[in-house]
């Protein structure tokens, strides 16, 4: 299949993403009450995302810098149109109307969460649950495209999920998904792309991911509940993605010979692309992982079936992993807040707690990230582009 082949799947293109999960610094591996989980991306905490009310605007600071996806990783359950949310329910649609205003397109999550509930035997629900992110999505609007929504995503790396789900899943929520879709008339013309990443394991001899996508594909195709669609869908909706880490020549080599040797008309991206700081190692300091990432990004640009990638991540984890894990982020926290937002009273959990609003500095990768997304989004003009120069910068609003 061709790229055009897929709906909205060409609006994407080239994919300059980030994956983004912008947690308050006193937030905690076992998220505080008043969180419950890390779906920050919701009109609860409009400070961080956007610009108004002094926000700190991760979106519009994003989109200035040539970023046009943003990898997304939890979505709460949203309340029923024109309702506020109830409990444990979380409003996502300013945000898209956000990253609608500012170009940018959101990868929608359904969950390793979501997942885990099916395999667990409680499908019923989580169908109920698909059905209202998908009205959500679409703003109660099935009959035109959803405003600041680019794909569906469907776990993530289920091949390392062990127990907890596999493969069926996957396609079960896809199930869901599609029914949902269904339910509510959304017109193919305007479904979104679906992809479920998958990891960069090597389990034998073939390329990283590739048996993976593989299981995907059979099970996809053999999929009753999609029935005669199943083969339909994989040709017509799905977008493979991995998580690679690797350096820019493997990449290179991936992308232009391993991938489409196995998968040649199969449009795919990276979904999670980057490299901690390791001590003892090549990239051992903030200014090694730019450099390290500058050649992954100069080796994973758009091209033939290629989509683009995402760069893991915005925001280093340092308030929810330790050691190298908390170290993959463009920003850090400076140690200053800007400012606070308070949950909405009345909202359970946490009606009334307030949450900081993080002064973030640019590491190094910034630049990096910054100076290949604007040169691959900006028009050519009649000189050269201009390269950001950014160290450790204090991210401001403007």
Known sequence: MSVSAIPNLETLVPILGVSYSPVPSDDTPAPPQKYFDTDFTNSTFPLIWGTDNSGRGDVKTLSDSGVNFLHLYNWSVPPAPGSSPGDYQRDHLPFLKECGARNVKA????????????????????????????????????????????????????????????????????????????????????????????????????????VAIQNLQTAIEASTAL?????????????????????GAYLKNYIDTDFPQYFPDLPFFFAEMGFPIIAGTNVSTPAEQAAFVKAQLAASMHRKNFLGCCVFQFLDQSAMKTGSEATFGMTKYSGTISTTGTIPSGYTPGGGDTYPVDVLSKKPLYTSVEDSYLAQSLPLGPGPVIPAHVTEEVLVHT
């Open 107 to 210: 990868f929608v999550p359904i969950s390793n969460y979501f997942l885990g509930q099916i395999h667990q035997g409680n499908g019923a629900t989580v169908k109920a649950d698909i059905l209202a992110m998908v009205t959500e999505v679409y703003d109660n609007k099935p009959t035109s495209l959803p405003t600041g929504a680019g794909m569906w995503g469907i776990g993530n790396e289920y091949d390392l999920a062990g127990a907890l789900f596999d493969v069926n899943d996957v396609v079960t929520a896809i199930e869901y998904l599609v029914d949902a879709e269904n339910s509510l008339g959304i017109p193919a013309a305007n479904t979104l792309p679906v992809t479920s990443p998958v990891s960069f394991a090597k389990p034998n001899t073939l390329p990283p991911g590739v």
């Open 227 to 247: 029935g005669s669609k199943g083969c339909k869908f994989w040709s017509s909706r799905f977008a493979a993605s991995t998580n690679p880490f690797n350096d």
